[in-house]
């Protein structure tokens, strides 16, 4: 039985504790969980930081990161780059305060959006070791460096400054001033360890998905002395592209949500709340999901009640809606994998595929896959798994993440590689990168080291890996071939040639002309292409030669992969051909003689040597080619699909943007409604033609 006042007494001990007191007895939860760990994730939350600052600014990063061991069981990290960074007023929030940043609210593909990386670095290193982490900061508009040392008040979830101060910032390694940049430097509690799981690991695996970026590591003993360091130069000066932020999408809105956004909002009818406040929704279809709701238009956001808001949480669902513009996310794309894959794994081939955008739960997201075959690759163990998110290493709970799982759901031994058991990761001399962009990542914990399941993303990344699969399976097989081949050609044209000349001067008899039998002997077609760089003309050349080894005409269609892009062109094709689709290229070879051959031959222009260095043929016709792949219909109609309505999405779009600017400009010529036509003037707005692009109208409150 509960004595009287008991319930007081309970009730009096409850406490509320600060978000900083939440994470500083709870440091696991930020992958501050052991010593080995500890520094991985202080590396990683600074570089992040680093990467996020340079692209953002639009400067190409040059980071260093020193490690140097103090004691047994403690490390001084100091992490520089070249950024923008930081002004002074703004240090200590962004040094000192969980929760706090720009990205959280910001729906677009970032690195880190919960405002709480860094913060557990400088909480970490005063929670282990009582140091206070030292900052210097330099922005090029200002004439010196800022230096201060920052600590936490984690009851007040607030940073502690002390011994700020002004001077010139002159670089340790190239003795020059630094004109614009950040250094952090702090001490912890932590061990540096090699391996699958160390920074040197981390850092190699920025560098894959970062090839913009130069990265440099040194770790040093207590005495100073180097026992490890790499070095990642960029490989390409190409920026990531400015990723822009979108509206939320009503697929992903819940109900709670939605509610707040109406007590929040300005707009006076729910029409222009609905076009207003989220992307895919056009003044169309805001209706007819009103419509559906069972709502009026005119109603105001703010009286809306419960029951009528899951009534329109509902109608989200069943109103075909625009997808969301997909220009919130940076892929790394198709040539930077290669060349990202290519400086820090030394292989004979790569296979890489970017998947169009998708859309799961309202969030967008796309999916990239590279796959590296042979070199110097261990073939006796499992492949290499390379995990990504927003361009972002995940180097803890492998077995648990999506990822890894849409890859061991794929039957690999039908693509070459061994899977013992028929599941699981497969064994061979490979590595698969799996990227994953998106707008919402949703990992398994705070510490950001797996994604959670969800089918959809799944369902993207194992349709990526079948794509990466048939083209290491037709590398494989186009080997084989070509092997057997040459080999056939060679003893074909060693022997016959000589027991011809040895045959003729015994009989004494002229030679005779062996063409004919040796393509009888042969009876194949016989394609081989080759990668080159055209130094005058600055072109990546592609020349291909195909065969006729067989006693009959043939005729074929032959198509090549070129990296079709914005920056890119066939500035050099003498034998024509046409578009089969985008990054293919087709020539129709009508009559190839018995014993002949033919070349082919195109350039591209907007590449830099080295940049393309590997392609696919495929062919339409009887027979099978030697060194080039039937071509897969089914996959080009897909293909050809896919391309049409982007390009039918991005007409109405272009369309929907031309009306609103010619509604605008025709309302601008008009005098402005006086302050008590208010509605008048929204309801005449409200008849504007529907728009998905950028441009946002609707009355916002009554100054307007």
């Known amino acids: 039985m509960i004595r009287m006042g008991e319930a007081e007494e309970i009730s009096s001990k409850q406490k509320q504790i600060s978000v ?23 590396v990683k939350e600074s570089v992040d930081n680093s990467l996020d600052a340079c692209e953002e600014a639009r400067i190409l990063p040059d980071i260093r990161v020193e490690l140097q061991r103090t004691k047994s069981d403690e490390l001084q990290m100091t992490a520089q780059d070249n950024g923008p960074g930081i002004p002074r007023d703004a240090i200590e929030n962004v040094f000192g305060k969980f929760l706090l940043g720009s990205r959280f609210h910001a ?9 709480i990386g860094i913060t557990g670095v400088v909480m970490y290193s005063q929670l282990t070791t009582g140091s206070k982490t030292r900052v210097v900061s330099k922005i090029k508009s200002d004439s010196s460096a800022v230096y201060v040392d920052l600590g936490i008040d984690t009851k007040k979830n607030k940073a502690i400054k002390s011994g700020e101060k002004r001077d010139v910032w002159v670089d340790d390694k190239t003795g020059e001033e630094v004109s614009h940049g950040l250094r952090i430097r702090t001490l912890m509690k932590a061990k540096y360890q090699r391996g699958k799981k160390s920074v040197y690991q981390y850092l190699r695996m920025t560098s894959i998905v970062n090839p913009h970026a130069s990265i440099t590591l040194v770790v040093r003993d207590k005495e100073g002395e180097i026992v490890e ?12 592209r400015v990723v822009e932020e979108i509206k939320p999408h009503p697929h992903g809105i819940h109900l709670g949500t939605l509610q707040r956004m109406m007590r929040e909002a300005q707009d006076r009818r729910m029409t222009s709340f609905l076009n207003n406040n989220f992307s895919g929704v056009t003044r169309r279809a805001a209706k007819q999901i009103l419509e559906v709701a069972e709502i009026e238009e005119t109603r105001t956001p703010k009286r809306i009640k419960a029951e009528e808001a899951q009534a329109v949480v509902s109608a989200f669902q069943t109103v075909k809606l625009l997808k969301p513009p997909m220009d919130c996310l940076s892929p790394i794309e198709d040539l930077l994998i290669k060349k990202g894959l290519s400086k820090a794994i030394d292989s004979r081939f790569a296979s890489t595929v970017t998947r169009s955008p998708s859309v799961s739960q309202g969030n967008p997201f796309q999916i990239e896959v590279g796959l590296v075959f042979g070199g110097d690759i261990a073939a006796d163990g499992p492949i290499e798994i390379l995990r990504f998110a927003n361009r972002v290493p995940l180097m803890y709970q492998q077995g648990g993440c999506l990822l890894t799982k849409a890859l061991e759901s794929v039957d690999w031994k039908r693509y070459g590689l061994d899977q013992p058991g028929g599941t699981g990761i497969p064994k061979g001399p490979a590595a698969v990168l799996i990227h994953l962009a998106s707008t919402n990542v949703q990992f398994t914990s705070e510490a950001k080291e797996a994604v959670s399941f969800d089918e959809t993303v799944f369902d993207e990344i194992r349709k990526a890996m079948l794509e990466v699969g048939r083209g290491l399976k037709n590398h494989l097989k186009k080997s084989s071939q070509r092997k057997k081949a040459k080999e056939k050609f060679e003893l074909v ?4 040639p000589e027991i011809s000349r040895k045959s003729s001067e015994l009989l004494d008899r002229e030679e005779p002309d062996l063409a004919p039998v040796i393509t009888q002997i042969m009876n194949a077609v016989f394609l081989e292409e080759e990668l080159s760089w055209n130094k005058e003309d600055k072109l ?20 090549a992969k070129w990296p079709e892009g914005p920056d890119t062109a066939m500035s050099h094709n003498p034998t024509g051909g046409r578009k089969e689709t985008k990054g293919l ?14 070349v082919l031959e195109f350039g591209i222009s907007g590449l830099s040597k080295g940049e393309w260095n590997e392609t696919d043929i495929f062919f339409r016709g009887n027979g099978e080619i030697i060194g080039a792949t039937k071509m897969d219909e089914n996959l080009l109609e897909e293909q050809r699909k896919t391309e049409a309505l982007e390009a039918a999405m991005e007409e109405v779009r272009k369309k929907e943007n031309d009306a609103m600017i010619e509604t605008l400009a025709i309302r601008a010529e008009q005098p402005p409604a006086p302050s008590d036509h208010v509605e008048q003037a929204e309801v005449l707005l409200e008849e504007a033609p529907p728009s998905t692009g950028e441009w946002r109208f609707g009355m916002e409150g009554d100054d307007q």
């Open 540 to 559: 990546s050349m592609c020349s291909i030669t195909v065969h006729n080894y067989t006693a009959r005409a043939r005729a074929y269609t032959i198509l």
């Open 493 to 496: 044209n060693i022997i016959l």
């Open 20 to 42: 900083s007191e939440f994470f500083e007895k709870n440091k696991h939860f930020l992958g501050f969980d052991t010593l080995q760990r500890a520094v991985i994730t202080a």
């Open 229 to 240: 360091e790499g070095q990642w130069l960029r490989t390409t000066d190409k920026l990531p």
């Open 585 to 598: 290229w087709a020539w129709r070879l009508d009559t190839l003689d018995p014993g002949t051959s033919t």
């Open 107 to 115: 729906i677009r593909q970032t690195r880190g959006q919960q405002g």
